[in-house]
């Protein structure tokens, strides 16, 4: 009985729910037990945030445990660090190269970390880094910069394409499904 | 095929009320448990609304169900605080049409400010309790919580925490029950309690939670599991998740009631297995009662009665697994902000620059409280602000309280200010009150209030006028002030705490996450004007950032509010695209 494993950490306001619920409930359409797990309230202020995805043929808890994610995608490169111990050892690291300088950073009581994606391939035996916003800027529109990250996250993972491009069609606003098909692209092609 | 959708805890309550054919709803919002009462609004068949404050919530309920419909009530753990004098004593009336009080507990304080366990509630008040492990039981709980309260002639209590309240599973939905709402009789000796009443009901009520302990030894919603009889779990709520998990050998009894307890249940199960624990987040509730009736049984000794639980924390603590966890090494934290473009940074920059201090309250200002600004001295529960700068103006003396302020938002002076400033002046105070109007209830996720203009329901209603309210009770001293107008708000904040009697600054703005559609243009920092005195940084402002020794505005971010442009003097900020040479 396995059970898949997916984080996605990032910044409260970068739309991480968003690229989390389209994952569970492509899960469930082809025809998984789902769990999630969502930060609301606080955190959602700016704060460090994280989602848990599972699914298999029955999930109990809707928690990823230390050590066990299989995927963790990060919308934020200091995201990635802080999250890290969870990913399990041959488990693959999806880092966005955008940097949000936290509070203790811009007050200048802290450093924001230097050499951070050589950190993460000291420690994790897959990286894979993207810069999800320039993408993003490039097709017309940084908020999309969610969809070019789901992309490299379909990429990894045994979903087939096709139902990836289907349910962000049925997901989006109906202007935006061209930008965010292309953004997905992108991703998937990185 | 049935119809089956992946949802929130907090959306399969409202699925669960809306099959259960609930015909009022009411809350007031507090995370983990908003989103309950905006999902149920999206149900046409319901009436719903949002309450001033949770005894106001409560006593609508009440209202509701001793009219006939069966009725929902919703709020965070705190939010039961101040619920609690009806609670107890709806406990000793009853209902008429069925009345569940939904509430919400934080382990870990995710959203909160301390992690009280509701089950204490539910035993203070003689109320049934039960409590769901994921979002299908939800539902079904809920629409069972409804059936024990008309059959008992009870409110019922539904506990959940936040990682059901927030956890989506899938749930299979079914159709709604049609209701007709219960015939009202008045009936004196069962709705007035005065002591003549309450006593013969008191009696009543312990009858009845006599009868509903004897009937949960059969309810469907406590399950036993046997496997191996080396190790049984008694076990509630999400942490019979992590024990799924983390003890997949052990015996397991599942209560889906948490008060009264089914003592012959439990009983008879701690006899068929070797070793008992009890795994509950936060209290040990059910461990103490277990005991007291002399089963032998392991829990807070090696649990902690704080934050969550995971399938690792009880591999660990029970399964004797050592899982050698890694643990992240020290990082910069990353606390949560006041967004850029937010009304209240502003405010806090003035109150910094005047050296004053805050009693404070909660809600989004409350982030003021961290730095850059920590602008804020004290922050006890919703409504305090006001009360407790009272209080320390009349142990210390009016010239104390000249440094002093006090900060409070909208949706919060609307929920528990008002005495408090009625206080400041009966008993003759002179403290300055702020209240901070951002249009909205901004920390929980945007809910309207009686100050906004809209009811749950999105419908335009009557404006709570906050300034013909607080000059009405009293305060001579009213005055408006935008909180983007920095020397407006300095000159208020100056003159207001001078003032040898009590005093009202409303500093209003609309929340920067309102209006969506807005264009923003952003600042920039123009590097051959930049001193880099750093001031610009004082506002504690996400946006603006030093990299490699210069000043920079994250454009991706930047609102365009212009407070980083009001506080340079040297000119050096300037929104994009405007030419400032000439
Ligand atoms: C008794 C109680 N009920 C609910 C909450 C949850 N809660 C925290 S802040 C807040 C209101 C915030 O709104 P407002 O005062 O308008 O300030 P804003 O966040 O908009 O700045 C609520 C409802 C609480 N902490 N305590």
Redesign the interface.
């Known amino acids: 009985m396995t059970i898949n494993n997916i984080l996605v950490v990032g ?3 970068q739309g991480t729910l968003i690229t989390s ?1 389209i994952l ?2 492509l899960a ?1 359409s082809l025809g998984h ?16 945030v994280v989602t848990h995805i599972r699914y298999g043929e029955k ?5 990823v ?3 066990q994610a299989d995927i963790i995608v990060s919308f934020e490169k ?2 990635a ?5 969870f990913l399990r050892e041959d488990g693959i690291m999806l880092v966005n190269t955008q940097e ?14 230097e050499d951070i994606i050589l950190k993460l391939e000291e420690e994790c035996k897959n990286v894979i880094s993207i810069d999800a ?1 320039s993408r993003a800027k490039e097709l017309g529109n ?1 908020k999309v910069a969610n969809t070019v990250l789901l992309g490299l996250l379909a990429k990894n993972m045994s979903i087939p394409k096709e139902n990836w491009i289907e349910i962000i069609k049925t997901t989006v606003p109906e202007k935006t499904i061209e930008i965010n098909v292309a953004a997905f692209e992108s991703g998937y092609t990185a | 095929m049935m119809n089956k959708k992946l949802m929130l805890g907090n959306e399969a309550v409202a699925r669960g009320a809306y099959e259960a054919g609930v015909t009022v709803a009411v809350a007031y919002p507090g995370t983990p448990s908003t989103e309950i009462t905006e999902f149920i609004a999206e149900y046409d068949e319901i009436y719903a609304e949002w309450g001033p404050n949770e005894k106001v919530a409560m006593e609508v309920a009440i209202g509701s169900a001793i009219a006939g419909a069966r009725t929902l009530v919703s709020m965070k753990h705190v939010g039961l605080n101040v619920a609690a004098d009806p609670l107890f004593t709806v406990s000793y009336t009853g209902i008429n049409g069925g009345l569940v009080i939904m509430v919400a507990d934080d382990p870990g304080m995710h959203s909160s400010q301390n992690e009280q366990d509701s089950r204490y509630y539910a035993k203070a008040a003689h109320i049934p309790m039960l409590e769901p492990s994921d979002s299908q039981e939800t539902k079904e709980f809920v629409k069972k919580a409804f059936e024990i309260s008309e059959q008992y002639d009870t409110p019922v209590m539904v506990r959940l925490t936040t990682r059901v309240s927030h956890s989506q599973s899938i749930v299979a939905l079914e159709e709604r029950e049609n209701i007709n709402l219960r015939e009202y009789q008045k009936d004196f000796m069962k709705n007035v309690m005065m002591p003549g009443m309450a006593r013969l009901k008191h009696v009543v009520v312990e009858k009845r939670m006599k009868d509903i302990a004897a009937a949960s030894n059969t309810m469907i919603m406590n399950t036993i599991e046997i496997k191996s009889t080396k190790i049984g779990v008694i076990t509630s709520g999400v942490p019979y998740q992590y024990v799924k998990e983390s003890l997949p050998e052990a015996s397991i009894l599942k209560l889906g009631i948490v008060h009264p307890l089914p003592r012959k249940l439990i009983e008879d199960f701690a006899k068929k297995v070797e070793v008992l624990y009890i795994i509950e987040e936060l209290e040990p509730i059910i461990e103490d009662e277990v005991k007291s009736w002399g089963i032998d049984c392991i829990g807070k000794d090696i649990l902690t009665v704080q934050g969550e639980y995971s399938a690792n924390l009880i591999s660990e603590r029970i399964g004797e697994q050592d899982l050698h966890l890694s643990q992240p090494k020290s990082l910069p934290q990353r606390p949560p902000v006041m967004c850029p473009g937010c009304p209240h940074r502003g405010v806090y920059y003035i109150l910094n620059k005047l050296k004053k201090h805050a009693s404070g309250d909660i809600g989004c200002y409350t982030l003021g409280a961290l730095p850059p600004l920590q602008g804020m001295d004290t922050c006890v529960c919703m409504g305090a602000s006001i009360s407790m700068l009272h209080g320390m103006e009349k142990a210390r003396g009016k010239e104390f309280v000249k440094d002093w302020v006090a900060v409070i938002g909208d949706s919060t002076f609307v929920h528990s200010g008002i005495t408090g400033l009625v206080d400041i002046v009966y008993n003759k105070g002179a403290s300055t009150v702020m209240i901070l109007d951002n249009s909205t209830t901004g920390m929980t996720g945007h809910q309207d209030n009686p100050a906004t203009g809209l009811t749950l329901k999105g419908e335009a209603t009557s404006v709570l006028n906050l300034v013909e309210l607080t000059k009405s009770v009293g305060i001579k001293r009213v005055r408006v002030v935008n909180p983007f107008n920095l020397k407006e708000v300095e000159e208020a904040v100056k003159e207001e705490t001078a003032a040898l009697e009590p005093s009202v600054i409303i500093a209003s703005a609309a929340c920067e996450l309102l209006d969506k559609k807005r264009v923003r243009i952003p600042f920039f920092i123009d590097e051959a004007v930049c001193k880099k005195c750093g001031m610009c940084m004082k506002l504690g402002c996400p946006a603006i950032q030093k990299k490699d020794g210069n000043y920079q505005i994250n454009d991706a971010i930047c609102s365009g509010c212009t407070l980083c442009s009001s506080v340079c003097k040297f000119g050096a900020i300037s929104k994009v695209g405007e030419n400032h040479d000439n």
């Open positions: 910044v409260g306001g619920r569970g409930n469930m037990d789902v769990k999630l797990s969502e930060v609301h309230g606080m955190a959602q202020r700016g704060g460090s999930v109990y808890s809707p928690l445990e230390i050590g200091l995201e660090l802080r999250w890290k111990h949000i300088d936290p509070m203790p950073v811009i007050i200048g009581t802290s450093t924001y970390p916003l940084i």
